[in-house]
């Protein structure tokens, strides 16, 4: 059984940092894509970003140039390295593998 689980979200003042990590279990990580989508409050989920097997990335237009993702596959573990955060980067962020989805982490940016 796949099994995502999200951490590292919290409350941030604007222009801060933040590091989620994303824990799987169930699968061969190494040869799945994993990615991040957020939701905020009246909002369809939308992309963030996305990393390959082979490691390339790929961003959405808002995030690029702040948001980095990555992965260990030694650790199972997808991260993504949120800089120069903004208030409108608040959302629950989740963790995604072929169809499965983590249970979600909320970012809080205050302005």
């Known amino acids: 059984q796949v099994q995502l689980v999200e951490s590292g979200g919290g409350l941030v003042q604007a222009g801060g940092s933040l590091r989620l990590s994303c824990a799987a279990s169930?699968?061969?990580?190494?040869?799945?894509?994993m990615g991040w989508y957020r939701q905020a409050p009246g909002n369809q989920r939308e992309l963030v970003a996305t990393?390959?097997?082979?490691?390339?990335?790929n961003y959405a237009d808002s995030v690029k140039g702040r948001f980095t993702i990555s992965r260990d596959n030694a650790k199972k573990t997808a991260y993504l390295q949120m800089n120069s955060l903004k208030p409108e980067d608040t959302a629950v962020y989740y963790c995604?593998?072929?169809?499965?989805w983590g249970q979600g982490t909320q970012v809080t940016v205050s302005s």
């Open positions: 990393i390959t097997s082979g490691g390339s990335t």
């Open positions: 995604w593998t072929s169809n499965c």
């Open positions: 169930g699968i061969i990580f190494s040869i799945r894509a």
